[in-house]
């Protein structure tokens, strides 16, 4: 009988591992780590080699194109309609509209915003479109500059990536067709949505966290603070949607809860990384970014842009960082465009205040930079 077990057991062992090659779930080493917490605590990233190669050369940011020639004329004063833009000089004008088309409409070239009979009008949306966008990209490298988008700042092939439409947009998804039936009310559950890594999550938790800029400042904060319970708490169903954003989060950036939780203690500032204050300004401006830019356009999109409750496309974690935790390697493609660094019409339309540059409820994080490996 023992001997039987033996055999039995060594066969099954056999089998799973090699059904263990066989499957999506298992990675190939070698492996690389990256420890980004203090010694101990597990604040690691595991990835294989393979794969942060991958992610790595899929996101090169393109050649910055030749500085334009110095000097010459306003582009305000050489154009009839240039309201953003006017003043540069028409070189720096048209390199910028050179590098516009590149990043946004390589195939379709100056005629997916233009009406190529006369460059000044103004009735094509994308034009449209795009005039906010470059005021919108203006304000992110400006205004969130300090706080989130650094040195490295945005160009629109951060997030557009040579397409007209960015690869990782979203609206807002009105749930399953049905109102009736054995599950009538689920809590938007269940449904194995790709945006919360298909787990049994609240697949909408975008819609309430990213794209509501009115919102309270701690509706994301669901952990008690004391041990026992001193008032009535928040739902289970507030720590599912918080959990639902997480996941959008660390899938957003390729890495894993670590990266800016010590897991002991999630909730807890002090012991988080400085990545994480990071985070805490990058919801506040993705929620600026839909709300004062994306979502006042919804009118000069076609409705066959617009989701299916015709709410407007908009911005996530993943539109720009794309599977990385700094968008195109951290490369800082700003540089070679400083007209896209500063606010040029303040007037034309009201750029919204900043967040608030206080972090939460307690004091912000003091943890010095993570320890090198
Ligand atoms: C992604 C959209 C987009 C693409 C592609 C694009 N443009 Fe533009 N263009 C604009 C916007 C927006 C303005 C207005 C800028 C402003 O108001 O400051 C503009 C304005 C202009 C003007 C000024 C017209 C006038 O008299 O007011 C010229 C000239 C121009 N573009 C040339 C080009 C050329 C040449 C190309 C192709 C190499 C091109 N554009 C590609 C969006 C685009
Ligand atoms: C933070 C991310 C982001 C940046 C930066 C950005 N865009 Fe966009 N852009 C979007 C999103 C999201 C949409 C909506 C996509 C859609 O149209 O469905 C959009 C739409 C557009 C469209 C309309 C496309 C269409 O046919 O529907 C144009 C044109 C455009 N952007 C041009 C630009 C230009 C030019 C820049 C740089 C000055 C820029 N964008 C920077 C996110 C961005
Ligand atoms: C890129 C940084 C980042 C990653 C990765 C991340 N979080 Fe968070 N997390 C935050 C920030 C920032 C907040 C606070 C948000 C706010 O207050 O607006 C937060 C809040 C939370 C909270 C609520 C804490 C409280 O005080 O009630 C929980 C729970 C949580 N995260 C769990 C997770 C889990 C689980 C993962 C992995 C699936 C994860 N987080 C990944 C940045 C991150
Ligand atoms: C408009 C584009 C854009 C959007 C949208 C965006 N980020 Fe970022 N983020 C950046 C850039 C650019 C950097 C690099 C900043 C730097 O180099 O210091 C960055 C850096 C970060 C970092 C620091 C990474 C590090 O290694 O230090 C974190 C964390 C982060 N973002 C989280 C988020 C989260 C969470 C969201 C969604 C709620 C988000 N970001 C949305 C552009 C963006």
Redo the contacts with the bound molecule.
Sequence with gaps: MKTFFVVLGASIAFFLTIAMFGTSGWERPPLTTTQNGFRGTGMDQVHTRAEVAEIRDANVAPAPADPAEEGGELAGQT????????GLTTNEF?RL??S??EW??PEQ??T???NTEN??DDSLY??RV??RM?QMTQHINSDWKANHVGGTGVTCYTCHRGQPVPANIWFTNPGPNHTSGFVSRNNGQNMAAPSVGLASLPYDSLTEYLADKSIDNNAIRVNATTALPTSKGKPIQDAEKTYGLMIHMSEGLGVNCTFCHNTRAISNWQQSTPQRTTAWHGIRMVRDINGNFMEPLTSTFPRNRLGVLGDVPKVNCTTCHNGQNKPLNGAHVVDAYPELTKVTVADVVKTPAPAPDTPPAETPPAVPAAPQP
């Design positions: 154009y009839e309609n240039v309201k953003v833009l006017s048209n509209m050179v516009m088309t946004v409409a070239g100056c997916y915003c233009h460059m000044a994308q034009k795009a005039r470059l």
